[in-house]
């Protein structure tokens, strides 16, 4: 079920909330359980399993770790070992076998299946988790229930963000809902909503219309826009979903850490990774890079470490080749940035402005990258960009893809990555009038993010194909 | 219209039809007034524990201080958005808005078993009937109609009231083979119609973004039907009434602002060109002209088999109000056959028709098979033979062009003359003649 549907807005959202906000204190948990399995349940009630075993795992794994100490490296080993498996079977398998088909002229046949959603989110929570308790940084989950709230909460469970145990053991076995939490939630969902539905898909249709045709097909500046339309919509989309996990987290009573912090304001890349995903690059620090011995190594060898986390990234972001690029090209501008210093250096306006424009570059290209169907693709898109291809076949110019309502998203969203609006949730109530004029802000957005959401359903069928 | 007051509107129509919602119909609690007993309990009960449960849930927030006013009613109308759309379920089973089914509600167990599309199935049924989706979708349309220019993922807006559907826009280029296949595929054809004495005739009707004029945006490549004509021109020559058309343009509408389809006049150019090449065969063919209808003027769109007049589809995949695509002072050329009481026409299948006009000019017998365009094509070509089978080669069961799929028909029939007809954008179909 995904936040932007009507199931989940109109019908399992009110449900919950109701469900939740009326029952007991002892019984919220269970209602929140209740309702993440059937929220997972919901799209494939097949990949439940899989979910479920993963916790089983997880919690039996944490237990023995708890109970054999002088074990504990053995039986965390084979409890990751187990998650990645699962990881592995479902969503790089194919892609292994396809590339050893390719490179030794085999022909074994590609396993018929689909990836669960939301496991690599999941799987990374429940190893984070073992890690924490091998590490004695967290008290083992005696209860399973509670634990299987931990890496099932729905809020957080297809998109995150990758809660940490430890960040939320104290919030699972005692939270406090309040009407401040609840408004505040409320508000911040309906932001992550309109992120999504009003910015995130309007610029989406216009990066497919652009990026659905050979290179051939469009110019030099149309390039360019569906380069920062694809830009754009992924930060609305992925942020949006973040605030609404974030939102929906207030409303049980939840505080889950932030997952974007305005990364297109970025002026190294070393900055981005800071600000992009923290979730994630917060998980893949502690339990890849500091392991791996962090700077606290040679040169040489923190650099190495540098290149295995980047291209864990790239692999963890899906089985294909353009996603291991990208992650190595963003690793690559990584590594030189930390031996040059690049990151640190100050200057003045002009020199600042030249590292936005060399930040914005590399993350632009970057997800050019990450959006082409192949990497033969994406060489011939940024070739475009910059007009080194023939231009024969040009069949529309720039207006044919974006309208006036699309450019009007294009400067909202250019306007929305900057903290312009960082404090309006944070108004105090004192400033009475900015106070209301946020609100009914919130109102509106809430509508017309509704409407929006509503005309994905409207489908007339029309008799032209056919 | 300020957007203050388009706001308001909205909001107005958005809130009476949420009251709607809960007044449309009286809530009776039994039939003839009486009030029943057990009912009223039954009611009261859990009506009663909820609100106490409500308030006491309400004084046991941790409130420090009065809450702002601001939060309370944000609070409120964004609860009252979340519930009122499950209040009340649309229990049509068909939406004539979207001329589809609506979704049905999905069994949870199929043949014992757990049906694992439920969720699935769930969300396609409340997706289709929630309350309050007109209004939202209407809202939708309204914010896009705000600009002039209008476009979702299906249709866009351009200047002067013309609307374009994507696929209209946007052309797969043939790949060599693809070219191979379409040119085995005629010959095929071509040595069928020679061996059953047939003459054969194939005419594409040039893309509706050529006749769009003055659009903001300009197009550059060019008909990918030319690609196909141009690689089988020296085994069959393709009617492409491109500059017939054009001319046709100057003084007419020959594509409709609002939906894709052809116009009758623009049809009626299409015509000639056809006719023009069919007299290469037949010398003593005699066309019906213009002087052989009653010509009348509409604003409304009719392409269809049915024939009726309405706003067109394109219009309504933006889903426009009917003022928005209906534009009066543009006006379409239409037809009615002055002897139309001489013909019989009988759909015998889908929109398959055949014609009979004894008393035509020429005494042959043609077969015309085609996608929609064939429909407005027929005004005039239906007219012009003794006896006439048009058949819908794009049906919902099969869109293919094969021999095999009309050999028995055609033998059945034994026309004179066999033509295809479809617009450029069907030409990729071309490639489904080889099967």
Known sequence: MLFSSVSFLFMFLPLVCAAYLLVRRELKNDVLLAASILFYAWGEPRYLAVMLTTILINYAGAVLIDRYRSRGKLILALSVVADLSFLFYFKYFNFVLTNVNSLFHAGFEPLNVVMPIGISFYTFQAMSYLVDVYRGETPVQKSVYKLALYVSLFPQLIAGPIVKYRDVADQIDGREESFDKVAYGAKRFTVGLAKKMLIANTLGAVADKIFGQPVLLFDTPTAWIGAFAYAFQLYYDFSGYSDMAIGLGSIFGFRFLENFNYPYISKSITEFWRRWHISLSTWFKEYLYIPLGGNRVSKRRNLFNLFVVFLATGVWHGAAWNFVVWGLWHGLFIIVEKATGFAKKEGGRAFTALKHVYTIAVFLFGWILFRADTVRYASQYVRRMFGVFRKSDVAFDLSYYVDRIEILAFIAAFVCAMPVFKNMLTVPPERKVLYALVNVWMILLFVLSAAFVAASTYNPFIYFRF | MSLFKF???????????????????????????????????????????????????????????????????????????????????????????????????????????????????????????????????????????????????????????????????????????????????????????????????IEIVPRKIDFAKNQIFKVKSPDVALTVIDAVKDVFPIVFPYDEMQKADEKDFVYFKTDHHWTEWGAYAGYRALMREMAK??????????????????????????????????????????????????????????????????LYRDADKIFKYPKAKNKLKAMLIGNSFTENFASFFAYTFRETKKIRCNTPRNDELALSRFKDEILDFKPDVLVFLFESLYTEKLTTLKD
């Open chain 2, 7 to 201: 706001l308001r509107g909205e909001a107005a129509s958005l809130l009476l039809s949420a009251a709607a919602v809960f007044g449309e119909k009286p809530l009776y609690l039994q039939a003839g007034g009486k009030i029943s007993v057990v009912l009223l309990t039954a009611c009261a009960l859990p009506t009663y524990l909820l609100i106490r449960k409500a308030v006491s849930y309400a004084a046991s927030f941790k409130t420090v201080g009065r809450r702002p006013l601001a939060d309370v009613v944000y609070l409120c109308l964004f609860f009252v958005f979340l519930f009122v759309p499950m209040m009340k379920i649309n229990k049509a089973d068909r939406s004539q808005q979207e001329n589809r089914m609506l979704a049905p509600f999905p069994a949870l167990f199929e043949n014992g078993t757990l049906n694992t599309k439920f969720g699935e199935g769930f969300n396609s049924w409340f997706s289709d009937r929630f309350a309050l989706r007109r209004n939202l979708i209407h809202l939708h349309a309204r914010l896009k109609t705000f600009d002039r220019y209008v476009s979702n993922n299906k249709a866009f807006t351009g200047r002067d009231g013309w609307q374009f559907t994507a696929t209209e826009t946007r052309q797969k280029k043939f790949k060599p083979a693809e070219l191979d296949a379409v040119r085995q595929g005629i010959e095929k054809y071509k040595a069928f119609c020679r061996e059953n004495k047939i003459k054969c005739y």
């Open chain 2, 281 to 346: 065969d037949f010398p003593a063919l005699v066309p019906v002209s213009e002087d052989d209808y009653d010509v009348f003027y509409t604003d409304n769109v009719r392409a269809e088999v049915e024939r009726k007049f309405w706003k067109g589809q394109t219009c309504k995949q933006l889903n426009l109000p009917e003022k928005k695509c209906v534009d009066p002072a543009t006006k379409y050329k239409n037809y009615t056959f002055k002897n139309e009481k001489d013909v019989t026409s009988v």
